[in-house]
């Protein structure tokens, strides 16, 4: 039987969510700068002798077969070449509903994983296509870099961005995804920018406005974090908010003061995923 193998999932950004409009199935079209973290969940895959897919630990708010992770592996088993039963325990970092990936890139860590341990064969480009079914940010982490999106998230051109610090501020007030984005003041009608334009100009949070009206504790984090710096900004949908800094000293200052009731990280801004790399490494 195989060894276990520990993989990150790591936590994304998105530096801009330009909403250019909604399409006839109901998902909507847009633009978004996928930044990755050195930050994030941790799963272990654990073969075993029997064909049981065990989850742990339980997470009390979510049923296992609403589970990603739990998805996700259904998705994979019928490509399996070898025996399917697996214990895959999440050491979770990253808080629910922050806008911060966490269970999309819990998902593609997975797929990636069971891809491997289950002699699956299956590419990259495959398992992106596997990813989508489970999430518009799920291929953003299977590709494993940071990216360009357009369309509902899928199209995806890999960015280098500059090595930056982030403070990253989580109130404990989780934001509906789905309640944003059927929202009838949701700003649906942002005209498409080019990569360049991003690069010279920045953009903007779409959701920020609505989400800071309908979640008062998203406006507090935003108004206490531009203290600190003027680009400061929601992630997604949020509710997580961030700032960012030149140098980590600067970021941790400012997690030095931050109040106790929000949780925070600073992390360092990445360009690939510390999981796919690992796998490469192991291969």
């Known amino acids: 039987m195989n060894k276990p193998l520990t993989l990150p999932a790591p936590a994304k950004l998105n530096l801009c969510l330009h909403i250019l409009g909604r399409r006839p199935d109901g998902y909507h079209e847009l633009q978004t700068a996928f930044q990755l973290l050195d930050y994030g969940d ?14 742990t630990p339980d ?27 697996m214990h895959i325990e999440l050491s979770k970092h990253l808080p629910m509903g922050g806008g911060l990936g ?34 518009a940010d799920v291929p953003v982490f299977v590709a494993g870099h940071s990216a360009w999106a357009e369309g509902i ?29 059927c929202h009838k003041d949701l700003t649906r009608g942002t005209a498409p920018i080019t990569v360049a334009a991003f690069f010279e100009r920045g953009g903007k949070n779409d959701c920020q406005p609505l989400v800071r009206r309908l979640y008062p504790e998203v406006d507090k984090a935003l108004i206490w974090l ?23 000293a600067e970021a ?17 801004g990445i360009n690939q995923s510390p999981a796919r790399q690992q796998l490469f490494e192991d291969n």
């Open 42 to 55: 941790r799963l272990t895959f654990s073969p075993r002798a029997d064909e049981k897919l065990l989850l």
């Open 59 to 85: 997470i009390p708010s979510l049923p296992p077969e609403e589970n990603l992770i739990w998805r996700a592996a259904q998705l994979l088993k019928p490509f399996a070449q070898t025996g399917t039963g």
């Open 102 to 135: 966490g269970g999309s890139s819990n998902a593609a860590t997975t797929l990636l994983a069971l891809n491997r341990l289950w002699h699956c064969d299956r590419s990259n480009e495959q398992l992106q296509q596997l990813g989508l079914q489970l999430g």
């Open 153 to 181: 998230g899928e199209r995806l051109s890999p960015l280098k961005l500059p090595e930056r610090w982030f403070l990253v501020l989580t109130p404990s007030t989780p934001v509906s995804t789905a309640e944003i984005f």
């Open 226 to 248: 531009e203290k600190f710096a003027s680009n400061a900004t929601m992630s997604g949908t949020g509710a997580s908010v961030f700032a960012i800094f030149e140098s980590e």
């Open 252 to 268: 941790q200052r400012g997690l030095s003061q931050t109040p106790k009731q929000w949780s925070a990280f600073v992390a360092r």
